[in-house]
C-alpha cells in the first residue's frame, strides 16, 4: 500500500492506494496515529484509490474517528469506490462517518 | 517431539438466511472451489443451512442445484390460501406450534434430500443457526440430525411452523442472527467468508401478511446489519462479505429465478476472490 498526504487549508488529505485489509491495515493506522499526535486532526481520507477494505480497515477509520473526534477533529471519507461504498454502508459505517463525493467537498465541510 | 503448530488461518464459511437467495450459495461454493480455496468449517442460517449443509457434506454443485429444485416444489406451499382465510375467519386457533404452510410436503422433501444424515458424517463441521421462540435466543445446533437442524433453522415465522429439538421450541435463526459471523468468530475463525442477504421490501401492502412479512423483513435487514457492524469491530477475525447484487425482486420461493441467483452468487464472489486469496497467500 503506498500512503502519501498533502495540506489543505489546514486539512490534511490522506491518499492511500491499494487494498486496506489485515495485511496492510497496520501501515494504515500507524499513518494515521502519527498524524494525530503531530496534531493533525482534520483529516480527510482521499479513498479513490482504495480498491477493497476489510473488516481490519474498517477498525483502523473507526479509530481514526475515534482519535480525531477525541481533539475535537474529524476524519471524513472522499470519492469512495462502489464496492469499498458497499462494505462501509454494510457495516454501518455511512451512519458515523461523513462521506462526501469528492475531496473538495470533504475539504470544504470543514470549514 | 511436539506436534507442529499450523499456522494457516483457520478459514469459515458463513451463509446467511435469505430464503431462496441462498441458492447463490452454489455459485459461491463453485468459485472458491475452482480458485482452490478450502474452508475449515461452516457455518449456515435459515435458507443457508440448506446450502451449508450440502458444503459441508462435500456435495457437487450439481448436487446442490437438484437439492433447490427437489427442495421448492409447487406443493411445498400446501395449505396456506386455506389457512390464511381461516386465520381470518376465526376457524383457526393459531398458537405456538402453528404455521400457516402445511409442513407435510416441506418435511418430506428434506427427508428425501438429507436422509439421516447426522452432523457426524460430514466432512466438515457444521454449526446451523435457529431461534428459541419462548426465549428469543440465538440456538446453535451441531450435533444429531442435520435434516432436523435444517427444518428448525427455515421455520420461517407464522409461515412454517416451529419445530422441537431437545425439548426447545425453535423458529427461523434469521429471527436472531441472520448472518451468524459471530458463530465463526466463536470458533476461532481467522478468516470468515460470509455470504449474506437482504430481505426485499414491497412496494406496497394491502393485507395485514403483506404488513407483517414487510415488518419481518425491515427487523432482520437491521439485526444483520447492526450485528454485522458490531462483530466487524469487536473483533480481530477478517471478514470478507459477499453480498449478491440481484438486478430483480427474488421472493422467498421464485424457484425459477435460481440459475440467475447462482451467478450472481458467483460474481459476488469473484470480486472477493483477489482480496481473499492475496490475504491467504500473505498469511500462508
Given at each position: 500500500m503506498q500512503i502519501s498526504n498533502r495540506d489543505a487549508n489546514g486539512v490534511v488529505v490522506v491518499l492511500p492506494v491499494g487494498s486496506i485489509d489485515a495485511t496492510t491495515a497496520a501501515e494504515f493506522s500507524s499513518h494515521i496515529d502519527n498524524l494525530v499526535s503531530s496534531g493533525s486532526t482534520r483529516l480527510v481520507a482521499d479513498l479513490a484509490g482504495v480498491d477493497y477494505t476489510s473488516s481490519a480497515g474498517l477498525r483502523v477509520l473507526l479509530g481514526a474517528a475515534k482519535a480525531t473526534r477525541a481533539q475535537a477533529g474529524d476524519i471524513r471519507l472522499a470519492a469512495v469506490r462502489a464496492d469499498v461504498l458497499k462494505v462501509l454502508t454494510l457495516s454501518g459505517f455511512t451512519s458515523i462517518l461523513q462521506l462526501f463525493d469528492d475531496v473538495d467537498a470533504a475539504i470544504a465541510s470543514f470549514a | 517431539m511436539r506436534p507442529a503448530v499450523s499456522t494457516r488461518p483457520r478459514v469459515t464459511l458463513v451463509i446467511g438466511s435469505g430464503g431462496v437467495k441462498c441458492a447463490a450459495a452454489i455459485g459461491l461454493w463453485s468459485v472458491l472451489t475452482e480458485a482452490g480455496i478450502a474452508v475449515d468449517s461452516v457455518v449456515g442460517c435459515s435458507g443457508g443451512s440448506l446450502y451449508g449443509a450440502a458444503v459441508a457434506g462435500g456435495w457437487s454443485a450439481e448436487k446442490m442445484r437438484s437439492l433447490s429444485e427437489s427442495l421448492w416444489t409447487d406443493d411445498v406451499m400446501q395449505g396456506y390460501r386455506e389457512n390464511l382465510k381461516a386465520s381470518r375467519d376465526g376457524s383457526l386457533r393459531f398458537n405456538d406450534r402453528s404455521g400457516l404452510v402445511d409442513d407435510t410436503v416441506l418435511n418430506q422433501n428434506l427427508e428425501r434430500i438429507y436422509g439421516d444424515l447426522q452432523f457426524a458424517d460430514l466432512d466438515l463441521p457444521l454449526k446451523l443457526v435457529a431461534t428459541d421462540l419462548y426465549r428469543g435466543d440465538k440456538v446453535i445446533l451441531s450435533q444429531g440430525s442435520v435434516r432436523q437442524a435444517i427444518r428448525a433453522s427455515i421455520a420461517i415465522p407464522i409461515i412454517f411452523p416451529p419445530w422441537e429439538i431437545d425439548g426447545r421450541l425453535l423458529t427461523d435463526g434469521g429471527a436472531s442472527d441472520p448472518l451468524p459471523v459471530d458463530v465463526a468468530i466463536q470458533d476461532g475463525a481467522d478468516i470468515i467468508i460470509a455470504m449474506g442477504f437482504t430481505l426485499s421490501y414491497r412496494t406496497r401492502m394491502r393485507s395485514i401478511t403483506a404488513v407483517q412479512e414487510q415488518l419481518t423483513s425491515i427487523y432482520t435487514n437491521n439485526i444483520l446489519n447492526a450485528t454485522y457492524a458490531f462483530h466487524n469491530l469487536a473483533h480481530h477475525a477478517e471478514i470478507f462479505p459477499v453480498i449478491p447484487e440481484l438486478d430483480e425482486q427474488v421472493s422467498m420461493?421464485?424457484?425459477?429465478?435460481i440459475p440467475a441467483v447462482i451467478e450472481k452468487g458467483a460474481a459476488a464472489t469473484r470480486e472477493q476472490l483477489p482480496h481473499i486469496t492475496r490475504l491467504l497467500q500473505s498469511a500462508g
Open positions: - | 420461493f421464485d424457484v425459477d429465478k
